[in-house]
């Protein structure tokens, strides 16, 4: 089975620096999808962004970005310009490329709690 | 779109008793998910549907748990008899296709005295 691992309980920043979170998985699979999910104070769990594993390149989403390292199976997330509204928890998630045989669903890390100092 | 709904958002009552959750997908969805998470365990999921279909309820935690999908639009997580053990929070989640990430609805607290 697919173990995610996120090192960091908690993280701070100041606003408007940046800040990057940590997430390690460890798989035998060559082709899966990797999520980094945020969960503020609401408790709505929030897609914040995905990458495909067969793709080199980093997926960003406005001052979200990832750097995988597929060899090194890691998958850290990177906020630029910290903001106050940035305050969550922050899951890293995996998913199998294959269905059945218990691979359906995400397989999240025990999270990151950020917070922001302003 | 509404998003998932879930009801209720808070629930608290005592051990023993019957506590039903319920979830709407998200229109067009065709695979639901029953998700618990508490401090200690983080992220579980209990079980899985495609097409109203349970496929898999191996993180179902006993016989205690029962979950059904009746039609398209709606879900229900049942627990009986509830135990302390059981207080979390319980996220309903659906999407069209998994490699794009699933939809949260807004979680149940649940709370057993």
């Known amino acids: 089975a697919q173990t995610v691992t996120q090192s960091q309980p908690e993280m701070s920043v100041q606003e408007a620096e940046t800040v990057t979170l940590s997430c390690t998985y460890d798989t035998s699979e060559s082709d899966y999808y990797l999520f980094w999910y945020k969960q503020p104070p609401s408790r709505q769990m929030i897609l914040v962004i995905r990458q495909e594993a067969y793709k080199q390149q980093n997926a960003t989403e406005n001052r979200f970005s990832v750097n995988f390292q597929k060899a090194a199976k890691s998958f850290s997330l990177k906020i630029s310009d910290s903001q106050l509204g940035d305050a969550a928890m922050y899951f890293c998630a995996y998913r199998s490329m294959y269905s059945g045989g218990g691979a359906d669903g995400l397989t999240f890390g025990k999270g990151t709690h950020l917070i922001i100092q302003p | 779109d509404a998003g998932v709904i879930q009801s209720p958002r808070h629930e608290v009552t005592e051990m023993g008793q019957e506590v039903t959750l319920r979830c709407k997908p998200i229109?067009?969805?065709?695979?639901l998910f029953w998700y618990r998470q508490t401090m200690m365990r983080g992220l579980e999921l209990l079980i899985y549907f495609n097409n109203n279909v349970p496929i898999d309820d191996s993180g179902m935690p006993e016989d205690r748990f029962s979950a059904k999908m009746p039609n398209a639009s709606f879900s229900t997580l049942k627990i009986q008899p509830s135990e302390p053990r059981d207080s979390a929070v319980y996220f309903c989640?659906?999407?069209?296709?998994?490699?794009?990430?699933?939809?949260f609805g807004p979680g149940t607290r649940l709370t057993v005295t």
């Open positions: 229109s067009g969805h065709n695979s």
């Open positions: 989640a659906s999407t069209l296709d998994q490699v794009w990430g699933l939809y």
